[in-house]
């Protein structure tokens, strides 16, 4: 296990900057989301952690140990890529124990620290097998195997489970997440589901355009982003960012209210509007709603509400739930 420590670093592509002066500190055994729209930066700060990207400037140190000059090899870490690069015409055992022997570890000790970690993954019993006989989430696991065999300080994830199907996604995060507490190794994880992040992680970095946005629990930064981008990103079905008279009414720029935080109703007070779609998915309901001096607003009902296309609703925000915004996009 270590701290990360990561100092003004910065990365360019040629003449164009992909990463602008971005400072994280991880701490030992946390586990650390990174997160962003596609194109954000955070694929590309992962590999420069991993020393696989050359840095223009700034400092990383895992440990304490400043690692911008070692190579990979050498950083004492291990890495879970999207596509799992295994090897096709190897077992289960032989992706799992390649990068032990390729260091020269005795067989004894190889056989030893494979047959623990399948046993931690439940693979057991698929060590013979090729990959090409396995599912998409023991083709995970084996590349999860293939990192804890290693036992390294940190652990680097980028987007593991993006090929997987919805259902298997669910079940591999709470799998990661439990694996990750049981072992206690620093870890960093980039998605681009946000919903990922929030269940996974101790903690939460935003990217957007290769700057840090916010970084926080991730309750904090569902309950008090910094700006408008972090508003908009975290939390499913995203923020209602309202502007116009609404927002100067209430001194803000732009003014914004998550869908669950509305309180809906067919009469009393509040934004009036007519409803163009609802969404029943029996635990919850979605209606979209357009308020002529707000635009298009979704509210979130908890259970089925009977609303169809053409209903007028009252929609209301709830106390203490409405975020103010400035003009230049930060909270009030």
């Known amino acids: 296990m270590a701290t990360v420590e990561i100092s003004n670093l910065s990365k360019a592509y040629g003449a164009l900057d992909v990463l602008h002066d971005i400072s994280l500190d991880i701490a030992d055994g946390e586990f650390v989301a990174l997160v962003g729209p596609s194109g954000c930066g955070k ?4 590999r420069s952690i991993a020393g696989l990207e050359t840095i223009k400037g700034g400092e990383i140190r895992i440990d ?9 090899k050498d950083r004492d870490i291990a890495m879970v890529f999207q596509n799992y690069a295994l090897y096709p015409h190897m077992n289960v055992a032989a992706n799992m124990g390649f990068a032990l022997k390729l260091s020269g570890r005795p067989k004894a000790e190889i056989e030893d620290r ?30 999860m195997g293939r990192a804890i065999v290693r036992d390294p300080k940190v652990f680097l994830f980028d987007e593991p489970l993006s090929n997987l199907d919805a259902k298997l996604r669910v079940q591999m995060r709470v799998e990661i997440r439990e694996l990750q507490q049981r072992l206690g190794t620093t ?13 996974m992680a101790d903690k939460i970095a935003v990217l957007n355009a290769g700057r840090l946005e916010q970084v926080g629990a991730p ?22 960012l309202i502007t116009g008279d609404l927002a100067r009414k209430a001194g803000a720029d732009t003014i914004g209210v998550r869908p669950e935080h509305l309180v809906v109703s067919r009469d009393g007070d ?3 509007g007519r409803v163009i779609a609802a969404e029943h998915l029996g635990s919850d309901t979605f209606v979209h709603v357009d ?10 009902i908890v259970g089925d509400m ?14 203490g739930h409405l975020h103010r915004f400035g003009a230049n996009g930060k909270a009030l």
Do not use: C
């Open 43 to 46: 694929s590309t700060l992962l």
């Open 64 to 72: 304490g140990k400043a690692v911008n000059d070692l190579a990979p």
């Open 114 to 143: 494979v047959g623990k970690a399948a046993a931690i993954l439940d693979l057991t019993r698929q060590l013979g097998r090729k990959p090409v006989a396995l599912s998409g989430g023991q083709r995970q696991r084996v590349a």
């Open 187 to 199: 870890t960093i994880y980039v998605t681009h589901d946000q919903t990922e992040a929030m269940t």
């Open 219 to 240: 309750l904090d930064l569902y309950r008090a982003p910094a700006n408008l981008f972090v508003a908009g990103f975290i939390g499913s079905p995203q923020m209602n």
């Open 270 to 272: 509040g934004w009036r």
């Open 291 to 300: 308020v002529p001096e707000a635009g298009r607003i979704t509210a979130r």
């Open 306 to 319: 009977p609303a169809a296309a053409g209903d007028d609703l009252v929609l209301a925000p709830m106390d």
